[in-house]
């Protein structure tokens, strides 16, 4: 069976802190994408990855940054937490070409106090 | 500028009646559609996709039509059961393997 695998279901952090969420998959997919979903903003893209050591901004990409040093592997890092970036993170990946899906992690659920 | 837009945050039906969930797009280079389902505190999961060459496509309960003239696709299920109660989001893709969802539809079956 596929599967995505996020690291922590629920992580509880302090302002300022560094924060990494990991995440690895096991389908050999090149795309690997970082969401967070908020009440009533659905899933809005923060980062994704084409490659290995390749990145790209998505619609909300401030105050993260991610890393891609495996194909497996895809990690974002929240260089500061803020009280507003408590959110759902969702991991997503999919191979490249044409009508494929995505499949996502089961979430962490980050709280910043 | 939201590209995807699911302009009804909420949904409730009885159960073994139709629901029925829509979306609308404005890109008219997005070439396949996907519904996902999710439940609280766990990631979406695929239901089913149709490619715009398609109008509609069927698999068990679950029918996606997409009306491209409108930019508009729906998501038919039919029986609604209780365990069909979760947020469902719509989301497009373009042909550059970038994909843009919804806001959410939390549908409610009630028993």
């Known amino acids: 069976d596929v599967k995505v695998t996020q690291s922590s279901r629920y992580l509880v952090k302090r302002t300022g802190e560094k924060v990494f969420l990991e995440c690895v998959q096991d389908?050999?997919?090149?795309?690997m994408f970082w969401y967070r979903q908020d009440p009533g903003l659905g899933l809005r893209l923060i980062y994704f990855?084409?490659?290995?050591?390749?990145?790209e901004k998505g619609d909300i990409p401030e105050g993260y940054s991610v890393s891609r040093e495996k194909k497996e592997r895809f990690s974002l890092i929240l260089e500061s937490a803020s009280t507003n970036q408590t959110s759902m993170y969702l991991c997503?990946?999919?191979?490249?070409?044409?009508?494929?899906?995505?499949?996502f992690g089961s979430g962490t659920q980050l709280s910043v106090l | 500028d939201q590209q995807v837009k699911q302009n009804s945050p909420s949904l409730s039906v009885q159960e073994g009646r139709i629901s029925i969930l829509n979306c609308d797009y404005t890109?008219?280079?997005?070439?396949?559609f996907l519904w996902y389902k999710k439940y609280p505190a766990e990631g979406p999961t695929f239901l089913i996709s149709?490619?715009?060459?398609?109008d509609k496509n069927e698999d068990g309960r679950f029918t996606v039509f997409l009306n491209k003239s409108a930019k508009h696709l729906s998501l038919h299920i039919v029986p609604s059961q209780p365990g069909d109660s979760a947020v469902y989001f719509c989301?497009?893709?373009?042909?550059?393997?970038?994909?843009?969802f919804g806001t959410g539809t939390s549908l409610t079956v009630i028993p």
């Open positions: 997503a990946s999919s191979s490249r070409g044409l009508n494929e899906k995505l499949f």
């Open positions: 389908m050999d997919h090149e795309n």
């Open positions: 990855s084409y490659d290995v050591k390749m990145k």
């Open positions: 890109n008219s280079m997005f070439d396949y």
């Open positions: 149709i490619s715009s060459i398609k």
């Open positions: 989301a497009a893709a373009d042909t550059g393997n970038q994909f843009y």
